[in-house]
């Protein structure tokens, strides 16, 4: 069963850091264009960070740009997506995708997905 799961998530306050993880299982993440997506109450899921599996291009969304860092641990099939000084505006629920064939770039912009995790909660606030 081809699964992603997310981890990480939970309350910050702001100007804080979270590290969020997101663990395949039943197939190899670097074989996928990875992405991290996040959709707060009333507003359309978006993209925020995409990793691409073939020249390893980064896209980031502009309101995270210098302050999230997208990543990938090949021996831990896992992708991370580091958070740093988080803003209330951040607060969503995050989930994690893959796709097959696609760029980091486009990925992000049209919210594209194969496979998608649960998705974890983040919160931003004091």
């Known amino acids: 069963q081809l699964q992603l799961v997310e981890s990480g998530g939970g309350l910050v306050q702001p100007g804080g850091s979270l590290r969020l993880s997101c663990a395949g299982s039943g197939f190899t993440l670097d074989y996928y264009t990875m992405g991290w997506f996040r959709q707060a109450p009333g507003k359309e899921r978006e993209g925020v960070s995409c990793l691409s599996s073939s020249d390893g291009s980064i896209y980031y969304a502009d309101s995270v740009k210098g302050r999230f860092t997208i990543s990938r641990d090949s021996a831990k099939n896992t992708v991370y997506l580091q958070m740093n000084s988080l803003k209330p505006e951040d607060t969503a629920v995050y989930y994690c995708?893959?796709?097959?064939?696609?760029?980091?770039?486009?990925?992000?912009?049209?919210?594209?997905?194969?496979?998608w995790g649960q998705g974890t909660q983040v919160t931003v606030s004091s």
């Open positions: 995708a893959a796709r097959r064939i696609t760029t980091s770039q486009l990925m992000c912009q049209l919210t594209m997905g194969d496979y």
